[in-house]
C-alpha cells in the first residue's frame, strides 16, 4: 500500500510542478509588464529562471532534507535530459534551426562553466564557498545576457515572453504567489515519494535524481521546447535548453550546496558528468558543420539523442539489478 501512495505523490509532484510553473512564469511576466518592464528582459531573466525553478526547488528541498544525491542528480541529471530527450524529441518533430549568436555566446559560456564544475567536482564536494561562488556566476551572467540583450534586440526572448497570456496585475500577483506557493509544495512532495521509493526498493537517491525527478523536472522545458515548434520557431528551443543547463549548474547546484556541503559519488564525476559533457559536445558538433556558422538538428540526430537517453536510462537501471 505504501508504494500507491509513493508513486501518487511522485504523479502529483510532476503534475502541480509543471503546472504551477507555468502559472508562475505568467504571474511574474505580467507584474514585468505592469511596472514597464520590456518583453526582452522578462524573456531573459523571469522565462529563464521559471523554467529552471523546479529543479531549483527541488534540489534545495532535498538538500534541506539531507537527501545530496537527489540534488545532484537532479541537476545534472536535467542537463542530460535537456539534450538527450528535449531537444532530441523536439528535432524528431521538426528540424531545428540554430542561430549563429548562439554557437558564438551561449555555447562557449556553457562549456566555461561546466569546466568551472568539472573543477569543482574534482575533490568529490561542494563546498558552500563553491555555491556562492555558483550563485555569484549566476548573477553575472544574467547582467552580462541583459545588456547583450537590450544592445542586440535578441527577439528570441522577446517572443518566449510573449507567449504568455496578459492579465490584469492583481491577477498576475495572485498567480505569482500560488504559483511559488505550489512549486514548493509540489516540489517537497515529489522528493517525498522519490527518497521513499529509492529506500523501498534500495535504489540509491543519486540514480532517483538522475531518472524520474530529472524527468520531471525538466517538464517546462519540454513544453517550452514544443510551444516554440508549434508556433514555427524551432531556433528558440536551443537557446531554452541552453539558458536551462546553466541554470541548473550554478543555481540549482549553488543553491543546494549553500544550504548543506554536499558529498560527491565518484560515479557523478566519472559516469554522469562524462555524458552530459558528450552530449553538450554532440550538440554542438550537431549545430555548427562543416565549416558554416550555423546548422541544423535534423530528425536523425534527435533519434540518436534519444537513443543516447534510452541507452543512459537503461544503463543506470541495469546497474541497480547487477
Not at 511576466?29 to 514597464?36: K, Y
Not at 537527489?70 to 531545428?96: D, K, R, Y
Not at 531554452?240 to 564525476?269: C, H, K, P, Y
Amino acid at each position: 500500500m505504501d508504494i500507491v501512495l509513493y508513486i501518487g505523490s511522485l504523479l502529483v509532484g510532476f503534475v502541480l510542478l509543471a503546472w504551477s510553473a507555468d502559472r508562475f512564469i505568467a504571474g511574474a511576466s505580467n507584474i514585468a509588464r505592469s511596472l514597464s518592464v520590456s518583453p526582452l528582459i522578462i524573456g531573459i531573466t523571469v522565462v529563464g529562471f521559471g523554467t529552471s525553478a523546479p529543479e531549483i526547488l527541488v534540489s534545495a528541498m532535498a538538500a534541506l532534507q539531507n537527501n545530496p544525491g537527489i540534488a545532484i542528480g537532479n541537476a545534472i541529471g536535467s542537463n542530460i535530459t535537456n539534450i538527450a530527450l528535449v531537444v532530441g524529441f523536439t528535432a524528431v518533430i521538426i528540424p531545428i534551426a540554430v542561430r549563429p549568436q548562439i554557437i558564438k555566446r551561449e555555447m562557449p559560456m556553457l562549456f566555461i562553466i561546466m569546466a568551472i564544475c568539472l573543477l569543482f567536482f574534482l575533490d568529490l564536494q561542494l563546498t558552500r564557498t563553491e555555491g556562492i561562488i555558483f550563485l555569484v556566476l549566476q548573477i553575472a551572467v544574467l547582467a552580462w545576457a541583459v545588456h547583450i540583450s537590450r544592445k542586440e534586440k535578441d527577439h528570441s526572448a522577446e517572443e518566449l515572453a510573449d507567449d504568455q497570456v496578459k492579465m490584469p496585475l492583481g491577477k498576475a500577483i495572485f498567480w505569482l504567489i500560488i504559483g511559488l506557493a505550489l512549486l514548493l509544495g509540489s516540489s517537497k512532495i515529489l522528493v517525498w515519494g522519490a527518497v521513499n521509493i529509492a529506500q523501498l526498493f534500495g535504489v540509491p537517491e543519486l540514480v532517483i535524481g538522475l531518472t524520474i525527478v530529472a524527468l520531471g523536472t525538466s517538464l517546462p522545458e519540454l513544453a517550452a521546447s514544443i510551444t516554440s515548434v508549434k508556433k514555427n520557431h524551432p531556433d528558440i528551443a536551443i537557446g531554452n535548453i541552453l539558458g536551462s543547463n546553466i541554470f541548473n549548474i550554478l543555481s540549482v547546484l549553488g543553491t543546494a550546496s549553500v544550504i548543506t556541503s554536499v558529498e560527491l559519488d565518484n560515479q557523478v564525476l566519472y559516469r554522469d558528468f562524462l555524458i552530459m559533457t558528450v552530449l553538450t559536445i554532440l550538440l554542438l558538433v550537431f549545430s555548427y558543420r562543416f565549416g558554416k556558422q550555423s546548422g541544423t538538428i535534423n530528425r536523425l540526430e534527435g533519434i540518436g539523442l534519444l537513443c543516447v537517453y534510452c541507452g543512459y536510462q537503461a544503463m543506470l537501471f541495469l546497474k541497480i539489478g547487477a
